[in-house]
């Protein structure tokens, strides 16, 4: 409840029971784990957690970006080759740098792994954020991720055991 609860105050947190367990404080001392989870302490560690890595995702996709744009701009017939077969650049980093360069068709070469990519961690849509436009994401046949809370009722579809 306490995931769902942060979720639904901001969307933008993903409702990842694991991540939010393992956002938790870890101590020495035995205490009760249903407590700590529970309460409003959880939520902040979770949501102060997500903030966190989505800085840090959002960091390594702007390096990544600046090398492909870099690349992408020396050009040459194999560039989509050589930007794959670099090791310090991701799917998605190449994805956007392509849309960014205006690269539909080098973009389109990273779509299928960008969508991977985000399959993996969706995270990175929030990352992206002021990198690429919305609506230029690549999540396949599916869309733009709309945030639960504005599709669905929850209060409504709670069921309890």
């Not at 050589?82 to 980093?93: P, T």
């Not at 068709?105 to 969706?122: I, K, T, V, Y």
Request: charged letters at 25%.
């Amino acid at each position: 409840m306490c995931l769902w609860q942060a979720h639904v105050e901001d969307p933008a947190l993903p409702l990842d029971s694991e991540l939010f367990v393992a956002s938790q404080a870890m101590s020495g001392q035995l205490t009760d784990p249903w407590a700590d989870l529970a309460g409003v302490e959880a939520a902040r560690r979770y949501q102060f957690q997500v903030r966190r890595i989505v800085r840090r995702l959002r960091r390594e996709l702007r390096r990544e970006i600046t090398r492909a744009e870099k690349r992408i701009d020396e050009g040459g017939r194999l560039i989509g080759s050589s930007l794959a077969q670099d090791g310090r650049l991701s799917a998605l980093g190449c994805f956007i740098a392509a849309h960014r360069k205006g690269r539909a068709d080098l973009a389109g070469r990273f779509a299928s792994a960008a969508l991977e990519q985000h399959r993996a961690c969706p995270l990175y849509q929030s990352a992206s954020l002021g990198l690429l436009p919305p609506d230029c994401y690549p999540l396949g046949a599916s869309g733009p991720v709309v945030p639960a809370a504005a599709t669905r009722d929850f209060k409504k579809s709670i069921v309890l055991n």
